[in-house]
């Protein structure tokens, strides 16, 4: 089946500094990617989404300047946390839909997160 | 808009107990429907899905039965496990090309020996 690869897994930082996060997907191309916002015990917020070679679309109270994200190539798009406050501590998730017809998996597959802490 | 409303949780239950979390959903047209849980620390991983009314999904003792008619797709097991301990998430998916999933805000299951 589909796999997406979230690096990295956990990451502590200080604020005021950027954290980038990959997400990949290692067996099928990815036009398009979601990003994911999810705090202790809620749900998901999608943050943005994001298509291959163009700029992402963001949610509504999401900042743009803060997550940055780059959708680049097929198989890569990177949310990169800028000058990073305790308040952006969080767990997040990418989530790639495949192109119709590849036959990998459901359209959506999850990578495994990523654990932001600000400190 | 498209939305997603779960039970709240949490759900305790004994080995064994049968096990209904229901999940009714808004949507405009035929979505498609998932159930997804997460174990303490990860992702999600996806647990079953129907694609259109009347479908029923089922993966590992769990099944779901997308019902147009009630707008529900309500997760059913007939006998949990402690590992079956995870949140569970309901979400739909517009038919538009390239949108985003919808989750519920999840249901806690906690299931004791």
């Known amino acids: 089946g589909a796999v997406v690869s979230q690096h990295p897994s956990w990451v502590i930082c200080k604020s005021g500094t950027s954290v980038k996060i990959e997400c990949r997907s290692l067996d099928f191309q990815a036009t398009t990617m979601f990003w994911y916002r999810q705090f202790p015990k809620q749900s998901l917020m999608l943050m943005a989404t994001?298509?291959?070679?163009?700029?992402?679309?963001?949610e509504q109270g999401v900042e743009k300047d803060k997550f940055l994200i780059n959708h680049a190539s097929l198989t890569l798009s990177t949310l990169t946390v800028t000058s990073a406050h305790p308040e952006d501590s969080s767990f997040y998730i990418c989530?790639?839909?495949?192109?119709?017809?590849?036959?990998?998996?459901?359209?959506?597959?999850f990578g495994s997160g990523t654990r932001l802490t600000v400190v | 808009g498209d939305s997603v409303t779960q039970m709240e949780g949490p759900v305790t239950l004994s080995e064994e107990a049968f096990l209904t979390i229901n999940c009714t959903y808004t949507a405009t047209g035929y979505p498609s429907l998932f159930w997804y849980v997460q174990y303490p620390g990860e992702g999600l991983q996806l647990l079953l899905k129907?694609?259109?009314?009347?479908d029923k999904g089922s993966n590992k003792g769990f099944e779901a039965t997308y019902r147009k008619e009630t707008t529900s797709f309500h997760l059913e097991k007939g006998s949990v496990q402690v590992s079956d301990s995870a949140v569970y998430f309901c979400a739909l998916s517009a038919m538009q090309a390239g949108t985003a999933l919808i989750f519920g805000k999840g249901t806690t299951l906690s299931v004791s020996s």
């Open positions: 994001s298509n291959e070679g163009s700029k992402a679309t963001y």
């Open positions: 989530s790639a839909r495949d192109n119709p017809g590849q036959g990998k998996g459901h359209g959506y597959t």
């Open positions: 129907a694609t259109k009314a009347d």
